[in-house]
């Protein structure tokens, strides 16, 4: 088992660049979901997909950022107009998703830097 | 706004020696805690989850929960320096499962 799969592991854009960031959940997993982790505002949620569907969004900042899940093994998080401010480590993480209290199993987490 | 709260932002605790880190969540209808464990440069994996109140020990990690102060704190006796990490606690409400996280407790084992 690999694990939940990001990428890529870095990325490096230009303030107003797009950036689309890819993430294969565990095999089998049906609940897939992003976060972003900074030092100043630590792991905050950003949405997450339920057997492809969209859950829960109200973490995204609604302007710039979608998120979407086409099929079961691969969920993209694309980033418009990247601002300095975007520059974070993006984490993707899934679960069984039978149940509310299964524990997350997260990927190594793209690095976005926005110059 | 739901908040977790974790504390003290950094521990140093010698080897061999007991660490203790408190979380508490703001939310009334948060049903599960879970803690997670973040060593620097990697992803978090999780350490122990924690639903009913009480006491729950998994080798040298024990966790509390009272779920009256929504307060549940981890316990690691022991200490080694493998366990210096970023610690984060996290709460859930059972009608989904988005994990919503603290800042975290920095902890730090001196040999």
């Known amino acids: 088992n690999a694990g939940v799969i990001q990428t890529p592991r870095h990325k490096v854009t230009g303030k107003g660049q797009e950036a689309t960031l890819w993430c294969e959940p565990i095999?089998?997993?049906?609940?897939v979901f992003w976060y972003r982790q900074t030092i100043v505002q630590g792991l905050e949620f950003l949405t997450y997909f339920r057997n492809q569907a969209p859950i829960d969004d109200s973490g995204m900042p609604k302007e710039r950022f979608s998120a979407q899940m086409p099929n079961q093994s691969h969920s993209t998080l694309k980033i418009q107009s990247t601002q300095p401010q975007d520059s974070a480590v993006y984490l993707c993480?899934?679960?069984?998703?039978?149940?509310?209290?299964?524990?997350?199993?997260f990927g190594h987490g793209t690095k976005l830097s926005v110059l | 706004q739901q908040k977790v709260q974790q504390s003290p932002e950094s521990l140093i605790v010698p080897e061999g020696g007991m660490a203790s880190l408190n979380c508490t969540s703001s939310d009334r209808n948060v049903d599960y805690f879970w803690w997670y464990r973040q060593h620097s440069g990697k992803s978090p994996k999780m350490l122990m989850?924690?639903?009913?109140?009480g006491e729950k020990e998994e080798g040298r990690f024990t966790v509390h929960l009272n779920k009256a102060s929504l307060h549940t704190s981890l316990h690691i006796r022991d200490s080694q320096p493998s366990d210096s990490a970023l610690y984060l606690c996290a709460a859930s409400r059972a009608n989904t499962g988005k994990l919503t996280f603290g800042d975290g407790t920095v902890l730090t084992v001196k040999p």
């Open positions: 989850s924690i639903f009913s109140n």
């Open positions: 095999s089998g997993h049906s609940a």
């Open positions: 993480a899934s679960s069984l998703g039978d149940r509310a209290n299964e524990r997350l199993f």
